[in-house]
């Protein structure tokens, strides 16, 4: 099979189940096999496919979920100061699920099947379907809670530093704040100072130091934008 028979046959295969399921298509690059997206007034859903090309085709795939009520706190922060320190594309979604990402989150390519013909294809695809029935939709009902968001990323219990391991959260220690603060986590405050002691400890770790009294620095500003918001 060829790229161009490879796409024509995806799309036949699940084009109308993701129809069916609210998403519409939207147009890929060269690199892409399928992208569709699904927009409700509160939340927005995607879900996106390419191939590797070793002795036999991969499959790669992944979801990706996002909460407009903290993308539009995000853009709002945006306006205002850089969130990353490197290029970045603020977009509608804040966490992808795949089966990489929660397998094998340093090595995303390996709990994908290759294919060589049409029947193979066909059994990727119905993974792709069975992972958004089984895992990707009962995630996206669960977390579409903020109150369930907050007790993720910010139970002090199991407080991560980084955005290392799944789910993996967009602008990570900025967007954890917003979470905390939409959620009226009643320990705001103490959230914010667990934040500056991982972004203290991951800067230590790199020979540097974190200035948490600096105002460019986006986890900076966002503590105190969000100390004022009316939520």
Known sequence: MNKKEIKEYTFQKIGPY???????????NNESLFNFEKKTDDYFYSCGGYTLKYDNYKLIYGFSFGIRSIVNILRQIDA???????PYNLTESLIGVSPGAILFP???ERPYKYFSDEYELELCLFDVMAFYQSFFLPFCDKYKSIDKL???????????TDNQSFPKLAFFHVTRLIIARLANNPEYEKV?????E???????QDGGKY????????EVFAAKYLRDLKV
Do not use: C, Y
């Open 198 to 204: 991982a972004l203290e400890f991951l800067w230590e």
């Open 192 to 196: 914010v100072e667990k934040n500056f």
């Open 18 to 28: 993701f129809s069916e399921q609210g998403f519409t298509v939207i147009k890929t």
């Open 106 to 108: 340093k090595e995303h």
């Open 150 to 160: 907050d007790l993720l990323f910010n139970d002090f219990r199991d407080f991560k």
């Open 80 to 86: 205002k100061t850089s969130l990353s320190r490197v």
């Open 211 to 218: 200035d948490r009294l600096d105002d460019n620095k986006p």
